[in-house]
């Protein structure tokens, strides 16, 4: 990028009085093709967004065409000329920490350097994906002009080490006009490729070529064996029948995608994509518009898009979805980028897919929008296209970051205690800080019953402890775990502090888990679903607090292989409507999930599984929320600071992610991506989780 000066542009006000940004509705609705089934324009009771802060990033950028994220909150820009821009932070000025030169590109027009896509699952694939147009001999050679899809390797850490490309797909006919080469990969780690008819509309109906097509295959450029079958055979096409495709989204929660994309002189479209689609170009546009004759069938064969533009072009361009719930009204919405009009669209999406009427936004102001792609914080992320140009931030809320920290794990959670009740709390649970079962099992109750976790010594209470329990002036304390893991000398100590102290103990961990479930009005039976995790080692364990009291569901424990009989009478007490089993089957075994089922006829029994502690946390994470105002972190090493912070996070209806302590664990940055929270929350000092990699997290929420 060529100039570090940015402009901040800061609209506090609420959007209803921003003209700039919303324009009033009857005046600033495409129109829509007559026969498509859109809304008429109406005066919309959305509520907006209360606040919007619009930031220039950079500025004189030569045609950014698309950004992305990576894990660790760095953003990857792709510009036309064929260079792939690796940026420290979505903040005013992005520092350049490496610029890759992407070989023999070609770039005018419509061609060059154009989608990029981050791998979703980028623990275990580290790779940044680019769709190009490449010319290896130049204009004046022989060998073809071709659209091609790029993998780099690039590791994360203080300094990116980025590799050199492998192509993993091509063949693709490029042009300087209806080039496509929109790129996006899925949750389930497949590509899709939009693809022009390289201005050749017949290409669109050629089952022989990929061009008018929108394509999807893995990361290695295999067809994936989930492909539809068209015309007697499967490859790497999903649907056909397309002219230009420019951007493409995936609609959180529903698998369904939809794809954007130009028209001639009319009936630009928003489709959403089915499996071996055809829409119907060049043989009609719109909702059966008729544009040629040769080799078509009757408007009836081709599937018409959810939306068009009608009797004129608008240019739409990039698409993506409105992530979080700092959007309000507008969370889930579809945003389209438009170029000709310059705009953005926001388009209600309905229970069935289809869409309203679009409201307008950004009407000329700032020219040309191309990209659009959610980013940290849920924030609207878009290029512009004027020549000189800009890539803007579009953000409905203030983020945030911090850190709760201490001399050692007692001084963490008083301090948790302190943030997250700071007038005080009525009960207080109280478990042995040297080991996790104890005080999961608490964690769990403490976060659906309002009350912090603290820890203690075996044969003590650390000062710091009673200090905080003294603050709080509880009526009741619970000791969790039996006379080997708490002594009675610390009971007598905290007798002094409130009126009534209880313990809760059994014959080992697996019967002080079942005693927590049991206790009366805690966990009442036949209503909640039951958390099972292992209680042989901690990681699993950590995410399990927050989405336990989310559900209102207490947290038993498991060996690997068996299922202990304590475990047993809990499960067969509670009679939950489902079991969520948390881990992998190292963890816990397929065998133990069976006996589930035999003890509990007809409850569902769930695995909520991954490779590792990261993974585990990052799919529980996605499988108990699709949206959060905040998230909590931890180190996923030691269980103190994720036991104790998972009941706070589960008190604010938050989850815990996990991460390494010097480096940012993938899967915990694309859960934040997804998720999209406005802050959050490292707890634990920088020997748990390090200083550069707290920064990194807030990067991940937009506060850099």
Known sequence: MTSRRSVRIRRPAALAALPVLVLALAAATATPAPALPVATPVARADVAPTTTTRTVLDQSVPIPWDVGFLPDGRMVTTLREGRLVFSSDGVPGPEEERVVTIPDVRASGESGALGVAVDTDYERHPYVYVCASRDPDGPTGGAPWVNEVLRYQVLLGPTLSVGSPTVILTGMAAATTHNGCALEMDGDGLLWVGMGDAAVASRAQDRGSLNGKVLRITRTGRVPVGNPVIDGRRDAVWSMGHRNPQGIAFQPGTGRVYEVEHGPSVDDEVNLLRPGGNYGWPCYTGAGRPNSTSGCGPAGDYLPPVWASG????????????????????????????????????????????????????????????????????????TTSNGSDTILQVSPATTSSSRVDGANRYVVAANVSRITYPGGADEVIVATGSRFPDALAGSAAAAKRGAPVLLTGRSGLPVVTREEIARLAPDRIVVVGGAEAVDDDVLVELRRLAPTVERVDGADRYAVAAGVAARPGWFPAGASPVFLTSGEDFPDALSATPAAARSGAPVLLTRAGRLPAATERALRDLRPTRVYVLGGEQAVRSEVLARVGEILPGTGVERVGGENRYQVARKVAERFWSSSRGAWVASGRTFPDGLTGGAAAGRGGFPVLLTRSVAVAPDAGQALLELAPTRVTVVGGTSAVSGYVGLRFGALVGDA
């Open 311 to 382: 009797d004129r072009t608008v240019a739409t361009s990039g698409a993506s979805f409105a992530r979080g719930s700092q959007w309000q009204d507008w969370q889930g919405d579809l945003f389209v980028s438009v170029l000709k009009d310059s705009e953005v669209l926001r388009f209600d999406v309905a229970a069935d897919g289809s869409l309203g009427a679009p409201q307008i936004l950004l009407k000329n102001a700032y020219g040309r929008l191309r990209g659009s792609v959610a980013g940290p914080g849920g924030r609207l992320y878009l």
